[in-house]
T-cell receptor, first 113, second 115 residues
Framework: DAKTTQPNSMESNEEEPVHLPCNHS???????IHWYRQLPSQGPEYVIH???SNVNNRMASLAIAEDRKSSTLILHRATLRDAAVYYC??????????????FGTGTRLTIIP | DAMVIQNPRYQVTQFGKPVTLSCSQT?????MYWYQQKSSQAPKLLFH???????NEADTPDNFQSRRPNTSFCFLDIRSPGLGDAAMYLC??????????????FGSGTQLSVL
């Protein structure tokens, strides 16, 4: 399975944008890029996912590099409630029916008031 | 409003004493997953059900079993818990398998302690 590389931790000031990077240099052409986050003492929650084009939803934006070897999760205005571990995950799309999400180590995001 | 419900939130068992964790869902999703998450680590997939079709991960110990009696419920059985099995156990669901469907919905987890 293709792997992702994320910084172990990041800090950001409250009410400022946050850019969380993810490298996935061995990504295949059919792999989807997923982001989940896990707040303290809770299960992970879905944030966003995409294949090639940039994606926006109410929680965040996903910017995918043209060569797809990296992506960036963008939180437009961080709040204290965004403090969590953020996981960037590749989901193999080629073997339809056998796709599962394998979590990496993630980035622990700290928001500074 | 909870869509994936795990009970209990905290479970204490004794070394070697069988324990069962439960998960229920109100989403009518076809797929249910069990993940194990040890302290400060990422969740690790143990197995999943696609409807009644059980799929075990290659490195999941035999000590871990699962049952899915119907669409809504799924159980994780640990036959002889060891100290190393102390972890958060997370249940998740998805509509189906495949990238377009693979938005997972997680429960809040059951924190298992083994004494």
């Amino acid at each position: 399975d293709a792997k992702t590389t994320q910084p172990n931790s990041m800090e950001s000031n409250e009410e400022e944008p946050v850019h969380l990077p993810c490298n996935h240099s061995t990504i295949s052409g059919t792999d989807y890029i997923h982001w989940y986050r896990q707040l303290p003492s809770q299960g992970p929650e879905y944030v966003i996912h995409g294949l090639t084009s940039n994606v926006n939803n109410r929680m965040a934006s996903l910017a995918i590099a043209e060569d797809r070897k990296s992506s960036t999760l963008i939180l437009h205005r961080a709040t204290l409630r965004d403090a969590a571990v953020y996981y960037c995950i590749l989901s193999p799309g080629a073997n339809f029916g056998n796709e599962k999400l394998t979590f990496g180590t993630g980035t622990r995001l700290t928001i500074i008031p | 409003d909870a869509m994936v419900i795990q009970n209990p939130r905290y479970q204490v068992t004794q070394f070697g004493k069988p324990v069962t964790l439960s998960c229920s869902q109100t989403l009518n999703h076809n797929v249910m997953y069990w993940y194990q998450q040890k302290s400060s680590q990422a969740p690790k997939l143990l197995f999943h059900y696609y409807d009644k079709d059980f799929n075990n991960e290659a490195d999941t110990p035999d000590n871990f079993q699962s049952r899915r009696p119907n669409t809504s419920f799924c159980f994780l059985d640990i036959r002889s818990p060891g100290l190393g099995d102390a972890a958060m156990y997370l249940c998740a669901t998805s509509r189906g398998l495949g990238p377009a469907n693979e938005k997972l919905f997680f429960g809040s987890g059951t924190q298992l302690s083994v004494l």
